[in-house]
């Protein structure tokens, strides 16, 4: 079984991944800063450099309990949201349950391919419906990561649905 539905299947059967989120606002009351649009990442290196900033984040793995915990809009945590494709990407001050599941598990199975993302070797495959992957390692190599990605304006972006 390749990696990518490796992620993907195991995504999915921690009830992480849906077609259509649901959104929910955030409690707080507390006004929002206006904020910028997501960083665009157009090449590979970018997009490899992202995921191994985001693989060295200091998360705890996830639990049950994190199906229903709250969003904390950490630094941390606007990074990895950032590289989420539209449908997935949460809101700036808004909560959306299993988000912080999501995060956690991305978290620690990019970790899990440590010597994929050092390696530095890192390949873009387009796909031509807007879809692609990213790979870091070497193909073939039982260590080698594989994500579904999707372009959005020129961009790519995680999309593990």
């Known amino acids: ?3 990518v539905l490796t992620l993907v299947l195991a995504a999915a059967s921690l009830g992480c991944a849906a077609d259509e989120p649901t959104r929910a606002s ?3 009351g507390a006004e929002t ?8 990442l157009r090449d590979v290196a970018a997009f490899g450099d992202a995921l191994v900033a985001i693989a060295a984040q200091e998360v705890p793995a996830p ?3 994190d199906a229903l915990a709250s969003i904390e809009w950490t630094p941390e945590w ?4 950032d590289l989420q494709s539209a449908q997935l990407r949460v809101a700036e001050g808004e909560d959306e349950p299993g988000a912080v599941m999501r995060h956690r598990f991305w978290v620690h199975a990019l ?15 387009p796909q031509p419906d ?9 193909h073939g190599e039982p260590d080698t990561l594989t994500v579904l ?3 959005e304006e020129g961009c790519w972006r995680l999309d593990d649905r």
């Open 33 to 40: 800063p206006a904020r910028e649009s997501p960083a665009c």
């Open 1 to 3: 079984m390749s990696r």
């Open 130 to 138: 807007a879809r692609g992957f990213f790979r870091a390692g070497v």
């Open 78 to 81: 606007r990074a990895w949201n």
């Open 111 to 125: 970790r899990a391919h440590h010597a994929a993302l050092a390696s530095d070797r890192f390949v873009l495959l």
């Open 149 to 151: 990605l999707r372009r």
């Open 63 to 65: 639990s049950p309990e």
């Open 26 to 28: 955030a409690t707080s």
